[in-house]
């Protein structure tokens, strides 16, 4: 079996959490299937990614584009949207012209943000299934160009299948999309690689004051909507109840300064010698084990990948109420839960375990067996086993043939040495008006034709 894998970045720096699990969920597939043939398609120039592809000596493509959620809701000027659209549907395109030379027998999207891949897919009737991991807007702040629920109507009517990585990501879909396309497969946490590195030596020191009532660990970009000046605040709070709790965080930040903006907060709140950047760090795993509680404080996580990972090692965690984290944390169990608006949630949840740190490893205890029991409920097994039956019968949605001749035509346009409709029609009246007269006339003052035809 051929399955085409669409992936929507390149990874430049790392590895991002919707990349992990897509090569993880293709080795498990060639595991229960040493036939598949996975062929991946994904975004240019080369980063981590290919490397990975290459790595495992899978065959891929790269292609620049850019996606149908961007990050501005401002419409860009009409020439840049032009000259992406020229781009975008070149690879359309080309995707098209790889899958009738060699058809796959089912495309998978790993991605919500760039649909390229599946409307090649649609163009020819090839089956096709979507994988969606993040929320896009609520998240990432990301804008689709359509707006949100007629995204999500547009891949429920072009899929065969859709799997979410949580059931928070499946609720959040069924809203526009038929819940019986929809199932969850839960991303594959390595236990046992995590386990393996949690004896070794941190290459920063994650906590150089040893009398903290309470040593906290966050793993993730470090980035507003990941939440680290959550925790910087609760910090604040406890230092006023008397509480003095460290917190060292795990991960690269995503805009320049951002670190020392954090910093500056914390100078106010008289907690910064209680803070530690450690950066970005090839495995996390001695951090945590470093920790007594872990602490996921991101807005939204359409899964929690560190919350797993947290749980896996054994560790307490305080997560925010929404998002996959929520369905992960068992309340009072394996760990807590707060109001990201509200940041005393937080502060309150840390200091029941600063006040009680027997409870923290009561209830780091508790998390490894929590999560096994969940990760056996929602597994890549099935979620293979339904793309198979998608790819088993041998039709997907069809676009219309026009389809195929409209994706074309901004490349037409762009031979032209223009970047829109409207600049390719002044090019070819400038190039027809010294030959044939009353036609280059017309040509170039397309306006007037319309109005005259408007009026008949």
């Not at 590195?197 to 941190?202: L, Y």
């Not at 793993?219 to 959550?230: A, D, I, L, P, S």
């Not at 990972?309 to 996959?324: L, N, T």
């Not at 026009?402 to 035509?409: C, D, N, S, V």
Request: glycine share 8%; hydrophobic share 45%; net charge neutral.
């Amino acid at each position: 079996m051929r399955v085409i894998f669409a992936n929507h970045s390149s990874a430049p720096t790392n590895l991002g959490g919707a990349e992990r699990s897509l090569l993880r969920f293709v080795e498990d597939w060639q595991r229960i299937d040493p036939g598949l043939e996975p062929v991946f398609l994904t975004k240019a120039p080369e980063g981590t990614f290919i490397k990975a592809l290459k790595e495992r000596g899978w065959p891929f493509k790269a292609y620049r584009f850019r996606g149908w959620a961007l990050p501005s809701e401002q419409p860009a000027p009409a020439a840049e949207q032009a000259a992406f659209a020229t781009v975008d549907y070149a690879t359309v395109r080309a995707m098209i012209d790889l899958f009738r030379k060699n058809r796959p027998d089912l495309v998978v999207t790993n991605t919500l943000v760039a649909p390229w891949a599946s409307f090649a897919a649609a163009a020819l009737g090839i089956p096709q299934a979507w994988i969606i991991r993040e929320y896009g807007d609520l998240d990432h702040g990301l804008h689709f160009q359509v707006g949100r629920h007629a995204t999500f109507r547009d891949i429920g009517l072009m899929s065969g299948a859709v799997i979410t990585n949580s059931e928070a990501m499946r609720a959040h879909l069924a809203t526009d999309i038929d819940s019986d396309k929809i199932s969850v497969a839960y991303p594959v946490v390595d236990t046992d690689a995590l386990l393996a590195g949690r004896d070794g030596v941190p290459a920063v020191t994650p906590f150089p004051q040893p009398n903290s009532d309470l040593r906290v660990t966050v793993v993730g970009r470090v980035e507003e909507g990941k939440g680290q000046h959550r925790v910087i605040e609760a910090l604040g709070l406890l230092r006023e109840r008397g509480l003095h709790v460290t917190a060292c965080f795990v991960g690269s930040w995503k805009y320049p300064g951002y670190d020392q903006q954090l910093l500056a907060r914390a100078r106010k709140l008289g907690v910064e010698d209680q803070l530690v950047f450690a950066g970005e760090q090839h495995d996390p795993a001695p951090y945590i084990a470093a920790s007594e509680v872990c602490v996921t404080p991101s807005t939204l996580e359409a899964f929690g990948r560190t919350t797993a990972e947290y749980m896996a090692m054994g560790r307490a965690v305080v997560a925010s109420s929404s998002g996959g984290s929520a369905e992960l944390v068992a309340e009072g169990v394996t760990g807590r839960l707060f109001d990201v608006d509200d940041v005393r949630t937080l502060a309150d949840a840390l200091e029941t375990y600063a006040r009680d740190r027997a409870l923290a490893a009561e209830h780091g205890a508790a998390a490894p067996e929590r999560l096994s029991e969940l990760m056996a409920v929602h597994t890549n097994a099935a979620a293979i086993a339904r793309l198979r039956a998608v790819a088993e019968t041998g039709d997907g949605y069809r676009l219309p043939e026009i389809a195929q001749y409209w994706f074309g035509l901004p490349a037409a346009y762009a031979s032209l040495g223009a970047t829109s409709a409207k600049a390719a029609v002044g090019l070819l009246a400038n190039r027809l008006k010294t030959r044939s007269g009353a036609v280059g006339r017309i040509l170039a003052r397309p306006g007037v034709v319309f109005r005259r035809l408007a009026r008949r």
